[in-house]
């Protein structure tokens, strides 16, 4: 496939919603089950906390304190499986007689990935690693000669992991001439562009949570 990174396009397309536990976040690894669908999805919408604050020295702006918070997508889906609807948010579930147990609830980090599709074609692959679901509410109405239904709104709040991955910069400037740098941070998460044709390994995408070490570049 050829770079076709400098395609114009709007975004027409969201599907293949997964999730998966995470079992350890720590200085020495990430460790997290395999994924699984979370539900047939509608709209995925991010919405990101940033501010920033202006130090002023001789009367004058001179330092600005940028700050990101936290990600919170709000995810429109078919209404859940109830077994998967007690996974994600730490309720109780008996699969013998089909039975979410409302109440107490055990807190459970999740990743969640999904593929965005663009208007020329080509398909954008993300990861989150690190957040938890709200319990979702819902609203039912009663039949009539409307066509209208419900779904079901989901609240996931993405955070950054404690383990720190290593990854390549290109956007760095080491020196004139040089945007490289190695870098090993704590991450939310990474998005690949098929655009770029670069990776090699995209058809793994939701085998496993893909982190930085896993997705591999093509070598020719």
């Known amino acids: 496939m050829a770079d076709n990174s400098n395609s114009v396009f709007e975004y027409r397309g969201v599907q293949d919603l997964y999730y998966s536990q995470v079992l350890e976040d720590s200085e020495?690894?990430?460790?997290?089950?395999?994924?699984?669908?979370?539900?047939?999805?509608?709209?995925?919408?991010?919405?990101?906390?940033t501010s920033s604050e202006t130090h002023f020295y001789d009367n004058r702006g001179m330092i600005v304190i940028p700050a990101k918070g936290a990600?919170?997508?709000?995810?429109?889906?078919?209404?859940?499986?109830?077994?998967?609807?007690?996974?994600?948010?730490?309720?109780?579930?008996?699969?013998?007689?089909?039975?979410?147990i409302e109440g107490e609830t055990?807190?459970?980090?999740f990743c969640i990935g999904y593929k965005t599709k663009?208007?020329?074609?080509?398909?954008?692959?993300?990861?989150?690693?690190?957040?938890v679901f709200a319990i979702p509410s819902e609203e039912v109405n009663t039949e009539s000669d409307s066509i209208d239904t419900t779904n079901m709104e989901l609240t996931y709040t993405a955070i950054s992991t404690i383990?720190?991955?290593?990854?390549?910069?290109?956007?760095?400037?080491v020196v004139?001439?040089?945007?490289?740098?190695?870098?090993t941070e704590s991450i939310t998460g990474i998005?690949?562009?098929?655009?770029?044709?670069?990776?090699?390994?995209?058809?793994e995408w939701f085998t496993k949570v893909m982190t930085p070490d896993d997705v591999a570049a093509k070598t020719a």
Do not use: C, S
Not at 28 to 49: C, D, G, H
């Open 28 to 49: 020495e690894k990430f460790v997290t089950t395999t994924p699984k669908r979370l539900a047939y999805v509608a709209t995925v919408a991010k919405e990101v906390e």
């Open 71 to 100: 990600e919170t997508f709000t995810l429109t889906v078919a209404p859940l499986k109830l077994a998967t609807l007690a996974d994600i948010t730490g309720q109780a579930f008996d699969a013998t007689k089909g039975m979410l």
């Open 106 to 109: 055990r807190p459970k980090q």
């Open 118 to 131: 663009g208007t020329d074609g080509f398909w954008r692959f993300a990861w989150k690693y690190k957040g």
């Open 163 to 173: 383990h720190k991955f290593a990854y390549r910069d290109d956007t760095t400037v």
């Open 176 to 183: 004139e001439g040089t945007h490289t740098a190695q870098r």
């Open 191 to 203: 998005v690949v562009d098929e655009r770029y044709a670069r990776a090699d390994n995209l058809d």
